[in-house]
């Protein structure tokens, strides 16, 4: 299934990009799921989105926890926590 | 309700006056947030910060009387002394007006999606969420 992904803030800064549309293998169900999968990339992905770093995610525009289920034409985002106002 | 993501400034004055028409409101509580002393670049998420900002005003809406309410964040590069944020809440009496305020912007610090990078002497760095933002938010719960 194809999701779009997108990136904000310092983890685009380190991906070096703020979009892209990914073709997600079978087993790929989760929030948490596509950031394990995103991270298996390597170099700039594993330490952009590594497990200890406080990350926040929005699934179709709503804020979601790791356990939320994505499908195909899904919107997510990866973020660290917000700091405006 | 009005809420907007821009990168232009606002006039406070012109905001309260445009949500003070109604006779039955009886105060009007605002808050403007300035840019201190280090330039600064607002990051934001098109469409969800704006969707974002429109639940936290409904959920104010559910919990007090609000008769009309205004909520503008800037985006884009900010220099020290500009406004950042305006949250004006029209309400019959006092207490509500306050008390929707304070908890919009509560909200805001912490679900809406902005992220500040701050143009510093020594380099560009993004800045840091603030436990102390995030207990703010807790106690409205």
């Known amino acids: 299934m194809k999701v779009k992904i997108l990136y904000f803030a310092s983890i685009r800064e380190k991906l070096g990009r703020d979009a892209e549309d990914v073709e997600l293998p079978p087993g790929v169900a989760t929030i948490a799921g596509l950031r394990t999968h995103l991270r298996s990339r390597g170099g700039a992905w594993a330490e952009a989105l590594a497990e200890g770093r406080l990350l926040r995610a929005a699934l179709n525009q709503d804020m979601a926890q790791p356990a939320a289920a994505i499908k195909a034409g899904d919107e997510i985002a990866f973020f660290p926590p917000v700091t405006g106002g | 309700m009005k809420v907007s993501v821009q990168k232009e400034d606002f006039d406070l004055g012109a905001e309260v006056k445009a949500i003070s028409a109604n006779p039955k409101i009886g105060a009007v509580a605002t808050f403007t947030g300035l840019v201190r002393d280090v330039a600064m670049t607002l990051e934001h998420y098109p469409g969800m910060t704006e969707r974002a900002i429109a639940q936290i ?21 900010l220099r020290p002394n500009d406004q950042i944020v305006l949250v ?54």
Do not use: N
Not at chain 2, 92 to 101: L, M, N, P, S, Y
Not at chain 2, 106 to 119: I, V
């Open chain 2, 88 to 141: 004006a809440v029209a309400s019959a009496h006092r207490g509500d007006a306050f008390a929707a305020c304070e908890f919009i912007m509560d909200y805001l610090k912490t679900q809406a999606p902005f992220w500040k990078k701050e143009q510093g002497a020594d380099g560009a760095r993004w800045v840091e969420a603030k436990a102390t933002d995030d207990k703010a938010a807790e106690r409205w719960k």
């Open chain 2, 57 to 77: 005003v409904e959920q104010a809406r559910s919990r007090w009387q609000v008769m009309d309410c205004t909520v503008i964040h800037r985006y884009g590069k």
